[in-house]
């Protein structure tokens, strides 16, 4: 009986396609709810499902970085985004990068064939009864917005618009930076401090001011609000912009007494301060550029960045304060969050956070006795674990990197230590698939598919 009743999908992006295909090609029935072509959000210019945005790369295919570890963690259910991105790569390097039109092509076409999904293609504005996952995304409407905001509570939906970048604290050279809070505040030691000197700053500055921007959607013009103006834009309003704002000195003094002219603030950004924030850093410089400049900073000539800064609309929940580890609302449990609304940052985690809500909803729909999350040590376990261990009270969205994932125990040099990360998360993911029983299932793409633009002739089957 429980088995028949369908699951409303809300959104047929990343995480929502993903979510349904899982569903779907287990023998449970989906609704799969789409407002585009019918009404569009700001970003997306197609009615396909799975649109990329933005950049056609799915970051890193190494499968020794976290996010090539993620993929094979992905492809090891038969993951539909993870297939469909390989039956449309093109070349890029180290990265997996894609044919955009031809990886919705598939993905549409896909869903589209599966007899257990049903398509709706209209705006939701109220919550449906029964299982529901909403995957709506960053540009979630404004009437669902609304009423996500009513159900948690008007307080704790976010709109976020910009991410500063993280930087990995083993790669600077801290010799002349210091520990300390802003008039000795807090616990006292809250900021590593990257003090410049006049000329160092005015260099900075030169550099921030000629650096290549990203363009700007004109609707994201209108966004902005004072309080979150890239740095590169504050720069440009005048060189004592940055000194009298986020690089500003006072209440801090260096270990040797002297007055900074600027400072630069770093925020420990996971438990064990390997990842640092750079504060009020949030710029829409190229990735390229922001390597660039930044490596400029005193102590940053070998800076690596676990995340770019990174400004635009965004919308997501306070994870920490409102899901339960299976992605459910703990207020309403029936209901599920997949994607980014969840905080998981980037097209491959909002898939892959579609992928584990569409696993365990079948795990409680076929299984009779209790599951376990994944693991924390996996790739897939540890965006859970952010979402859900992180302090609520300064919760932001992440891509997947080290950093999240349970520690290890060890201490290791950066090469050794990745693939230790990858090895124990393949050990332990497959001890959890022996626990818990799920079979992987197999998209099928038929070669003409992405050409046509319209199907796949092989459904998938269950392995
Ligand atoms: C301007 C911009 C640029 C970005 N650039 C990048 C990038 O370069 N790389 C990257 O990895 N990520 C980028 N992102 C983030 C990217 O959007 C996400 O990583 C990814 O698309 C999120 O997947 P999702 O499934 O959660 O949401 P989406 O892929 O956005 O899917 C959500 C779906 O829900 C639909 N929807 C919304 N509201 C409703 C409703 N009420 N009823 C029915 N359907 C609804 C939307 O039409 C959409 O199809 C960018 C985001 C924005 C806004």
């Known amino acids: 009986m429980g088995r028949t009743r369908p699951v409303h999908v809300i959104g047929a992006g990343l995480a929502g396609s993903e979510c349904a295909f899982q569903l779907a090609a287990r023998g449970i029935p989906v609704v799969l709810h789409e407002m585009r072509p019918e009404r569009m959000t700001p970003a997306h210019s197609t009615g396909r499902f799975a649109e990329l ?43 997996l990068v ?83 809070s802003r008039y000795g505040k807090g616990e006292g030691d809250d900021y590593l401090n990257v003090p410049l000197t006049r000329d160092e700053y005015l260099a900075f500055h030169q550099q921030l001011v000629t650096a290549e921007v ?13 309080g979150c103006l890239p740095i590169e834009e504050m720069a440009r309003r005048g060189v004592d912009v940055l000194p009298h704002g986020p690089m500003k000195p006072a209440g801090l003094t260096a270990p040797d007494g002297t007055q ?99 696993l365990y909803i079948a795990l409680e729909r076929h299984t009779e006795s209790a599951f376990e999350p994944l693991p924390t040590t996996t790739a897939l376990g540890a965006l859970a674990r952010h979402l859900t261990q992180s302090d609520p009270r300064h919760f932001q969205p992440s891509n997947i990197q080290y950093g999240l994932f349970s520690e290890l125990n060890m201490r290791l040099p950066r090469r050794k230590r990745r693939a230790a990360y990858a090895e124990r998360a393949r ?19 038929a070669d003409d598919e992405a050409r046509d633009d319209s199907r796949m002739d092989v459904p998938p089957e269950v392995a």
């Not at 996010?67 to 094979?72: C, D, E, N, S, T």
């Not at 990203?214 to 004072?226: C, G, M, P, T």
């Not at 050990?427 to 197999?442: C, H, Y």
């Open 53 to 95: 945005v933005c950049t056609n790369s799915l970051r890193s295919d190494d499968p020794e970085h976290a996010a090539g570890l993620l993929k094979r963690e992905m492809e090891s259910f038969g993951s539909l985004v993870i297939g469909a991105a390989r039956a449309s790569a093109v070349p890029g390097g180290a990265a």
């Open 98 to 180: 894609v044919d955009r039109d031809r990886f919705s092509a598939r993905i549409t076409a896909t869903l589209e064939r599966m007899p257990t999904v049903t398509i709706e293609r209209h705006e939701v504005t109220e919550l449906p009864d029964g299982d529901v996952v909403v995957a709506t995304g960053p540009l979630t409407s404004p009437d669902l917005t609304e009423r996500i905001q009513e159900l948690l509570g008007s307080r704790h939906l976010y709109f976020y618009d910009s991410i500063a970048p993280i930087v990995e604290a083993d790669s600077l050279d801290t010799s002349r930076m210091f520990w300390a």
């Open 214 to 226: 990203i363009e700007l959607h004109d609707f994201e013009r209108n966004l902005f609000f004072e």
């Open 260 to 358: 900074p002219h600027a400072v630069l603030q770093l925020r420990q950004e996971n438990l064990s301060r390997s990842q640092l924030n750079m504060v009020g850093f949030q710029t829409r410089m190229k990735w390229s550029e922001q390597r660039r400049v930044f490596r400029t900073l005193p102590g940053f000539a070998d800076a690596k960045f676990a995340r770019f800064g990174q400004v635009h609309r965004n919308t997501f929940i306070n994870a920490p304060q409102h899901l339960d580890e299976f992605y459910r609302l703990r207020k309403e449990p029936r209901i599920r969050l997949a994607g980014q609304i969840t905080g998981v940052e980037g097209y491959l985690e909002s898939a892959a956070a579609g992928l584990v809500v569409g």
């Open 427 to 445: 050990g332990d993911l497959a001890t959890w698939r022996r626990k818990f029983e799920i079979p992987a299932v197999v998209p099928v793409f």
